[in-house]
């Protein structure tokens, strides 16, 4: 490990971040008696911070993002190589990098065919927003306007993708918000909202359909859904749903818009998180494993039907998409994102999602079945989440001091992990995993020991 960064010492370097940068997503006072975290180096699943310390990181940089892991030399080699060629040019330009990324990444989706680009999942997400506005100005006389998203999901950090935001602990405080979202009832079985219907699924989906109603079918334009829910407490969603949400957006003519944000490229074991639930969507959002972090890119991808109305008439100057984005036109993007998507088939590292995704569930289960504070675990391929309670029969949520504690264990025993960290009031209970996709059995072991070591000296 090289201590010395540009000639600078650690401890220059600290001080420099302690009185001038603004982390993200924390409480600064913390700093003023430890150190704030600084990462420097990394190679697969491995970390190392600026004292030299090394860690597993089993999310992933964070916030479930590295998909490939870290020191990818060739994804270096592919951005360095288009930003000597040509680093930028945009406005209404393409390039080569994302015309045949466009088209890798369509093959993979039956259905879609165009493909949007910008820096981040919120802002690709408010592209939707904008395009479902814009259609229903156009087409629909500005009748179909609202959008539904349900809560407990996350879309971003901006203020539209807040006006749609199911959980309270991020928006709080920043609105106003931009009026026309309107939120649905969760799907989480685990805390079923309807223990007298016979089957969840249906009656969560149907839940949906009763907030349509009451706001009238021909005034909701999209419903807008995580495939499954991550920082919200990873819920994957329940059998029979995903049928019946889809037979309610038919009905009713609603754009069905799936943020695979987190789901995307790879995480669940399959391409899209969407993709196991047998959903035909008519937009879908991807940021985070696009690029894996080696460069800052994100798409919206639609279908050729909602491509063609903002195509048809022409002479009608307001009817094209007028969005940009002025760093949505980095080249090293879609290069990243190539070379990204062949390391994961070259790698065969969707198949390696499977298989270490299920032993990362039997992991779990065995913890629980040793650890009473584990009352549900869930998850699909590499994206897994443990909730913890305060007891089993009536599923009271764990003290959110208590889950962070169990958190910053793991952190001093050197295995990185996370969880649903200040979003939903009194539920800030679940433990998240999302490891590169590379991972092997030896480090979900490591993560599995760590976190028992972990358990039992919170909770005994
Ligand atoms: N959608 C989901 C499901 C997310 O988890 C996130 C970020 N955690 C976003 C959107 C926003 O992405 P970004 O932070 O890149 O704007």
Redesign the pocket.
Known sequence: MNHMHDGNDNRHIIEADRNHVWHHLSQHKQYETVDPPIMVEGKGLRLWDIRGREYLDAVSGG?WTVNVGYGRVSIADAVRDQLVRLNYFAGSAGSVGAALFSERLVEKMPGMSRVYYAN????A?EKVFKMVRQISARHHGGRKWKILFRER?????TLG?LAACGQPQRSADYGPFPPGFVEVPHCLEYRNQYPDAPDYGVAAANAIEAVILREGPDTIGALCL?PIT??GGVITPPVGYWPRVQEICKKYNILLHI?E??CGIGRTGRWFGYQNYDIRPDFVTV??GVASGYAAI?CMITTEAVFDLFKDNPDDPLNYFRDISTFGGCLSGPVAALENMRIIEDEGLLENTLVMGERFMAGLHELMAKHPVIGDVRGKGLFCGAELVKDRITKEPMDEKLVQAVVKQCMADGVIIGMTNRSLPGMNNTLCFSPALSINADEVKQIMDTLDRALTTVFG
Do not use: R
């Open positions: 916030v981040s999942g919120s802002e997400n999901d996350y879309h971003g950090t993708t995580e991550a920082g943020d944000v987190v940021a985070k994100s």
